[in-house]
């Protein structure tokens, strides 16, 4: 399940489970829409892999033993371990290569 975590890692904004501009990629690495596009140009810098939309959990149970109330969003804030020129060199080597092809 995905663990709906509650902050961009690279500038701390707060992404609560409705947050339309919540970024993950395919580990769950989550950043804002802002940072994906004008910080990391859709290189994950944890992994080098590209970014999609982060699904909505509906808040209500509209099947048993679903929604936010059964599996609430995670408490867990994380913070990039990689320096912004760690992170600026591996965007600038991948940005040009389409998530696919990394
Ligand atoms: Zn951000
Ligand atoms: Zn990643």
């Known amino acids: 399940m995905l663990e709906l975590r509650p902050n961009c ?3 701390d ?3 609560p ?5 919540a970024r993950i990629c ?4 989550t950043f804002c829409a802002g940072c994906v596009e ?7 810098p ?3 892999g590209g970014f999609e939309p982060r699904p909505i959990r509906p808040a209500k149970a509209w099947r048993e033993g679903t929604g936010l109330a059964h599996d609430p ?3 867990n804030r994380r913070q990039l371990s990689y320096s912004r020129e ?8 991948l940005r040009k290569v389409p998530p696919a092809e990394r």
Do not use: I
């Open 86 to 93: 760690e992170v600026a060199a591996l965007s600038e080597a």
């Open 17 to 21: 489970p409705g947050a339309a501009d």
């Open 26 to 29: 395919s580990y769950e690495c």
């Open 73 to 75: 969003p995670g408490a």
């Open 9 to 11: 890692e690279f500038c």
């Open 13 to 15: 904004k707060d992404l």
């Open 38 to 44: 004008d910080e990391l140009h859709n290189v994950c």
């Open 46 to 48: 944890n992994c080098g």
